[in-house]
């Protein structure tokens, strides 16, 4: 875990403890032992602290580590850098690769820093509810520009957003001491020149005005809203410019605890893990084990179809468009040209960059054009017999061994399967928009998917950066059904007296990142509509009576922004909701018609009735076996539909509200609504023995057919 050589009288200190040179409580004994032989041993100058060589000098804490913190006295990264911090003899780091967390800590604390070009740097703890707890928020102000003004924003800035930052900007922040390929050997020889007192960053001081932190308050979301860890960021930061060293780490010390123990940690943490335990799927091969896809087809020019050519060209897949339409040929490769000219002027891509992703989308005008693609992916009008027509096509023109994909987003991915001869290699991938920045890939398995063609969509989802979530075949899959009685308890909340203005308030006081009706003015009333009528066709609207607000307004020409007007009305180029007197008029006239008397209703009932309405589906997708494990619904609904991460997903939400608590309420709405809330057996199975959704998994103990 840690390997010591030394060199010329340098001991060079390797971390090795693969994927991510993780510092666990041995690595940390290890390296404070290494420390405190290096400094007993009169041949040794100093010390060198590097990685294993394989692009990683640490990616900070072990995670699994972080339960047992406050019961088990092992050492720590508090430790380790505490070590480093001791030592009477010079330290230097060696960065190749990231360093991360606790990694950078460690490197905070030796005298010297020299990176290699592709070095990055960065605290990534504000993503898991915490701050830095080695000295992070007290050494890192100090040190970048000299614990200036500026550096101290800077610091903030990448505290508070918990992205990494590359080796040319940390050395303009003087983070670090140099960059270059030989990171080892420069540290090595600067130790063995090393004269004079240490330079530890601990005894440098950092300056900025009050305004910097009060104004950044004002910037984070509310403490009970997600933002407790950036507020004691803050707070820490804070304590390096107004107090000595020693008082500021045991602040920092006091925050990491309270965050640590805190609830919002604890949901960040469970989204954690959860993404581990995305891959552990029975019966399915592993990366390795498939064929990888080198090159891909979309067929339909359109917006979905348009936003995955660019998920695949940013990923260095060549990718081809196919759409029967010339004009929306057109419209697609205007679409993409504007994208990457939009990052470009944002300067999230540099123009060669940009020319080079372009550069993999090709558009073909006939379907025997993809047949070099190693995957196809349809992305054509929601309809049934479109997409089937569509498949039947793909079957005789693409390569015997190709996926066949459809990103359909509610309907039959066996139905659309049987068009083909080859069903075992069809599979649903639904993309969420816009596509090439939404996380979330839902990945349905059709009754006759291969484990290799799911083990092959599993694998490109990781190399398209996406989530991949494993789901079922079933209407709405997991997002999209759960999503259907979210929506209709909203609707039902307007016709019994509250407003779309009030609704989305009261969700997006709870955490959603968009109320119901603002999300679906973004996607498209007509949308939401048109998918309604197919499932009345099919005779699949469900239990109870179905609000039509979304009718009434497609009806009036009502599509949402792109009209300019949907539940709320917006400005020309604007996307600004603005509640409208007509669209009042509409609901408060559709509650006359229905014989509902109006009432007042509360921003509580609200958000009861619509989270525990998707709470109540979500028991029933997991017990119909469409999801694996409850964390995979919680990832869907963090990635996909914007439920609040600090609240740790609906299923881990109604965990930790207590699922004896949460069916006494669905059933008060049982008995006062009727049949739409009749509780999940599930949920009430649960409930009964004082057992959790966590806790819960389905008989199914293989996936493949």
């Not at 504007?338 to 999230?348: F, I, L, N, P």
């Not at 949907?566 to 180029?573: C, V």
Request: contains cysteine; glycine residues 10%.
């Amino acid at each position: 875990m840690l390997t010591t050589t030394i060199q010329d009288g340098v001991a060079i200190l390797s971390i090795d403890n693969p994927p991510v040179n993780a510092l666990s409580s041995a690595v940390c004994q290890a390296m404070i032992d290494a420390l405190a032989g290096g400094n007993d041993d009169a041949s040794v100058k100093g010390f060198v602290i590097t990685g294993n060589g394989r692009g990683m000098f640490s990616g900070g804490a072990d995670i699994t580590e972080f339960a047992t913190i406050l019961r088990e006295r092992k050492a720590n990264v508090r430790d380790a850098v505490d070590a480093a911090e001791r030592s009477a003899k010079p330290i230097a780091a060696a960065i190749d690769g990231r360093a991360l967390g606790g990694g950078l800590e460690l490197a905070l604390a030796c005298d010297l820093r020299f990176a290699t070009p592709l070095s990055q740097f960065g605290f990534p703890e504000i993503k898991l509810g915490l701050i830095p707890g080695a000295g992070g928020t007290q050494r890192l102000p100090r040190v970048l520009k000299g614990g200036s003004m500026e550096g101290v924003i800077a610091a903030l800035e990448l505290i508070l957003k918990g992205d990494p930052i590359d080796a040319e900007r940390a050395e303009a922040l003087e983070l670090i001491d140099g960059v270059g390929a030989d990171a080892v050997p420069r540290a090595a020889e600067a130790i063995r020149r090393f004269t004079g007192a240490r330079r530890r960053v601990s005894e440098r001081s950092a300056s900025a005005y009050p305004q910097v932190f009060s104004e950044g308050h004002k910037r984070v979301p509310p403490e009970d809203r997600g933002g407790f860890a950036a507020h004691k960021a803050l707070d820490a930061v804070e304590a390096a410019t107004q107090w000595p060293f020693n008082h500021g780490i045991a602040r920092e010390l006091r925050y990491f605890l309270e965050l640590l123990t805190g609830s919002e940690s604890r949901a960040y943490q469970h989204i954690f893990f959860a993404e581990r335990e995305l891959g552990k799927i029975p019966g399915i091969p592993t990366d390795g084990a498939v064929r990888p896809i080198r090159r891909a087809a979309v067929i339909g020019a359109g917006t979905m179809g348009s936003g995955i050519a660019i998920t695949f060209a940013n990923a260095g897949v060549p990718v081809s468009v196919l759409d029967a339409s010339k004009e929306a040929i057109e419209r697609g490769r205007a679409t993409i040209e504007q994208s990457y000219a939009d990052q470009v002027k944002r300067r999230r891509l540099s123009e060669e960059e940009a020319k080079r992703r372009h550069g993999h989308v090709h558009f073909i005008e006939r379907f025997e054009d993809v047949a070099d693609a190693d995957i196809v992916i349809e992305a054509v009008f929601e309809d049934l017999a479109i997409k089937k027509e569509v498949f039947a096509k793909l079957d005789a023109v693409a390569k015997p061994d190709a996926v066949l994909a459809t990103n359909t987003s509610t309907l039959d991915v066996d139905a659309i399967a049987s068009a083909t001869s080859r069903p075992q290699q069809v599979i649903g991938m639904h993309f969420f928009s816009p596509a090439y920045i939404m996380k979330l890939l839902e990945i349905v398995r059709g009754k006759a998917s291969s484990p290799q063609t799911i083990g092959a969509a599993i694998a490109l989802a990781k190399k398209l950066r996406k989530v991949g979530v494993l789901v079922a075949n079933c209407d709405g899959f997991v997002g999209n059904r759960m999503l259907a009685p979210y929506f209709r308890e909203a609707a039902h909340l307007l016709e019994e007296g509250a407003l779309p203005q009030q609704i989305d308030a009261a969700m997006t006081d709870f955490g959603f990142a968009m109320g119901p009706f603002a999300v679906s003015d973004l996607a498209g009333v007509d949308v939401g509509a048109r998918i309604r009528a197919e499932r009345e066709k099919a005779g699949r609207l469900g239990a109870g009576r179905v609000p039509r607000f979304d009718v009434l307004l497609f009806e009036r020409g009502r599509f949402g922004q792109k009209t300019g007007a949907g539940f709320y009305r917006y400005d020309t180029g604007e996307r600004i909701p603005k509640p409208d007197p007509e669209v009042e008029a509409l609901i408060v006239a559709e509650s006359r018609e229905l014989g509902i008397e109006r009432r007042s209703i509360g921003n509580d009932e609200i958000v009861k009735r619509c989270v525990y309405a998707l709470i109540n589906e979500g028991a029933n997708v997991l017990y119909d076996g469409i999801a694996l494990r409850s964390s995979d619904i919680d990832i869907v609904w963090i990635y996909g539909y914007g439920f609040p991460p600090f609240r740790g997903g609906p299923m881990y939400y109604a965990d930790t509200l207590g699922l004896k608590r949460v069916l006494a309420e669905v059933e008060r709405f049982h008995g006062e609504f009727g049949v739409r809330w009749k509780p999940s057996p599930l949920l009430v199975e649960l409930a009964t023995t004082g057992k959790t959704f966590s806790s819960y998994r389905p008989a199914l103990t293989e996936v493949a057919p």
